[in-house]
């Protein structure tokens, strides 16, 4: 009788204990989810152009219209430009923002490249629905020295993408 109360009382607590860390880790999520308010900023990434249908469209337009008086060139030129500008100011996509551009550690250390995205925000999906949908390219390993270079992005509910935003991972023997 007695082997059986203690059988219980050792999964009793080892379900607490197990309740306590799930908890704990909600936490943690939670806090790596929190909008910061005011606070927050958006950017964009220069020099990152991203060549949509209508790009493309023009490019197209730009090959066949070689032929054509410079006049017609010019036209063509003056909506390309608009259109890149007004893709580079695309309020629909995504914006993320890393912690650091460069974060150096030591080989054996623990890093997780997700918590280095502080900020991502969109026009219409939330923070949490964003975060799930972050990704990281690039190859690393913390257990060898050298420098590697992830880079992020991530695509809202409309398929929208972000401009992508590159980290420097040093990693030092």
Known sequence: MRRKRWLTVAMIVT??????MAATSYKEIGKKLEMQGEDQQTMLVAGYELQTE????TAKTETSDTEMASETEKETKTKETETRTSAAADPSKPVLKLKQKKIEIKVGDAFDAVSQVSEITDDTDD????????????????????TYTLTYTAMDSDGNVSAPVTLELVVKG
């Open 15 to 20: 379900a607490a204990v197990a309740v306590m």
């Open 54 to 57: 209508t790009e493309a469209s």
């Open 127 to 146: 923070r949490s629905a964003l975060f799930r949908q972050i990704e990281v390219h690039g190859d690393y390993s913390t257990d060898e020295p050298g």
